[in-house]
Structure formats: C-alpha cells, structure tokens
C-alpha cells in the first residue's frame, strides 16, 4: 500500500486560516469516510485531531475543521495559534482491511 | 480514560527479533482494535498491523512477513515481534487503540537495531 500524499510543508501567520490536503486513491480515501487527521508535537506521540473525515473529538478546538472530496481530504485550522506549530498526518482506512499513513506535513506559524 | 505504555528493550542486534509489548490501563482489551505504529527519526508514520481481542490480526503487506502480534487478556496486554531485523527497523514504537483511524496512542519506545 502507498502511503498518502500530503505536502511538505506548509505555513501561515496568526489568525490567518491554512488548510492541509491528503491526497489518495479509490481504494481508501475515495471509497471510505475513515480519515483520520493527527497532530504531532516534537518528541511526542500524536494526537487525533479529527476522525471519519470531519468528526472532531472531545476536547479538540473547534478551529480544526475536515473534509473530503473524492480521493483528497483536508485539514483546515483557522485562526491559527502559535501552538498550532507541529506535523500534521492523516489516516485512512483501505480497502484491504488496513490503515495507511500521509507522509506528513509540517506546519510553521510565522 | 485508556493510557496505553510500551515496553520492551532499546537496542536488538540486526538478523534477531524486536519484541514490545504494550500494556493497557484504564479500560478493557475488549472489543476493541489494537495496533503497532512506527516512526523512524525524523520521518513519517507507518501502520505494522492492529489486532483484535479475538487473535484476528491485520498487518502492512510490506512487513507480514516479518511480523506476529498477540494478545494477553490476563495481563491486559499485546505485544509485537519483528523478526529479521536490520538497520531500517530502527525507529519510535508506538502502540495504539483503534480500527479505521487511531484514537489513543502510547507515548513511543525508541528501538535501535545495532550490533
């Protein structure tokens, strides 16, 4: 399975609004609304953010907003926080019964 | 709240197999999916596999061959081998909770694969 595709990085000031794409195929992120989107702090594990596409857990901010459109997801944090500064991954259920990983996508508050 | 902890030794010598176990606190293995989760050094995720309370397992086709998990229910405990280890193996391990997307995650064990 290939890993999906997010970009390197990616970069706003405060205040401003980002959003962070995932980019799949028709066997997983197309063909189910399992998409997972984590925050990762250096040193630390990640945390889960966002799950089946746009549900935010408890406790999550509720500038962190997801979606999907056919084979891409995204990530949107408004009004973005100098604590917002971190990697972002998502997740998706496949086809096969597994999960895949995004490369990551490191995001810089300005 | 579930807290999920590794264990397991830092350092295996290449061609022998990495064994972790994660202990699980704070709630029942039950119905629940469980996974191993890997990060090399300044690299992204990759999923190793998840198993079920039942012994029903899942793994990333580019490890099966290398990989076996387990369940301990008396010890509210699952645990990773990885046979055949070489230098790419070295990485964060973390375990973790969930089926489709992970909810709980451990804090990670580094494992280094040295002789």
């Known amino acids: 399975q290939s890993a999906l595709t997010q970009p390197a990085s990616v970069s706003g000031s405060p205040g401003q609004s980002i959003t962070i794409s995932c980019t799949g195929t028709s066997s997983d992120v197309g063909d189910y609304n399992y998409v997972s989107w984590y925050q990762q702090h250096p040193g630390k594990a990640p945390q889960l953010m966002i799950s089946?596409?746009?549900h935010r857990p408890s406790g999550v901010s509720n500038r962190f907003s997801g979606s999907k459109s056919d084979n891409t997801a995204s990530l949107t944090i408004s009004g973005l926080q100098a604590e917002d500064e971190a990697d972002y991954y998502c997740s998706s259920y496949t086809s096969i019964n597994t999960l895949v990983f995004g490369g990551g996508t490191k995001l810089t508050v300005l | 709240q579930v807290q999920l902890q590794e264990s397991g030794p830092g350092l295996v010598k290449p061609s022998e197999t990495l064994s972790l176990t994660c202990t699980v606190s704070?709630?029942?293995?039950?119905?629940?999916?469980w996974n191993w989760i890997r990060q090399p050094a300044g690299k992204g995720l990759e999923w190793i596999g998840r198993i079920y309370i039942s012994g029903s397992t899942n793994y990333n086709p580019s490890l099966k061959s290398r990989v076996t998990m387990s369940v301990d229910t008396s010890k509210n405990q699952f645990s990773l081998n990885l046979t055949s280890v070489t230098a790419a193996d070295t990485a964060v391990y973390f375990c973790?909770?969930?089926?489709?997307?992970?909810?709980?995650w451990g804090q990670g064990t580094l494992v280094t694969v040295s002789s």
């Open positions: 089946e596409v746009s």
């Open positions: 973790a909770k969930g089926r489709r997307g992970i909810d709980y």
């Open positions: 704070g709630g029942s293995l039950s119905s629940y999916y």
